[in-house]
């Protein structure tokens, strides 16, 4: 990833020197990917990257704990709906510690915006590993992705 040069005209997000990315981050990139905008393939890597490391390590099978006394967001097929992920986070709220999610798969196909849905949920995983949850559904497999693209 070192070797993958960031052009000068770029203009979206940057992973910040000490690789660490926030909420507020997120928030800006969803706000470019909203006004289609790309993320360089250099951040995109290193958040690829990481996310592979942190899958590679857990179980393919996992309990999630809710406290009772906490709200906890299920959502369904989004199908790269990317302006309903927006809305289902302008209703709910943005995940957090305190506010997570479980996307129930069919996250890509049939709508414009899956690399976008995928991006954001990514980046999500990445800050919340433990509070943003992504079950695969047949729509993440090879052969559904050769027919819908």
């Known amino acids: 990833m070192d070797k993958v040069v960031v052009e000068s005209s770029y203009s979206g997000q940057k992973i910040p020197e000490d690789e660490k990315i926030d909420k507020d981050w997120i928030v800006n990139l969803m706000e470019d990917?909203?006004?289609e905008k790309f993320l360089h393939k250099?951040?995109?890597l290193h958040i690829m990257s990481t996310i592979k490391d942190y899958y590679e390590e857990q179980e393919s099978l996992i309990d999630i704990d809710?406290?009772?006394?906490?709200e906890f967001n299920v959502c369904g097929d989004?199908?790269?709906?990317y302006y309903d992920v927006l809305n289902i986070f302008k209703i709910?709220?943005?995940p957090s510690e305190t506010n997570p999610y479980l996307f129930?798969?069919?996250f890509v196909d049939r709508g414009s915006f899956s690399v976008e849905i995928m991006i954001t949920f990514l980046c999500w995983k990445y800050l919340y590993p433990n509070h943003f949850h992504?079950?695969?559904g047949n729509h993440?497999?090879?052969n559904l992705n050769k027919l819908y693209g």
Do not use: C, F, M, S
């Open 134 to 136: 992504l079950a695969r």
């Open 104 to 106: 129930n798969g069919d």
């Open 140 to 142: 993440e497999t090879k």
């Open 33 to 35: 990917l909203k006004k």
């Open 66 to 70: 809710i406290p009772d006394d906490q």
């Open 42 to 44: 250099k951040y995109l």
């Open 78 to 81: 989004v199908h790269g709906q």
């Open 92 to 94: 709910n709220g943005l």
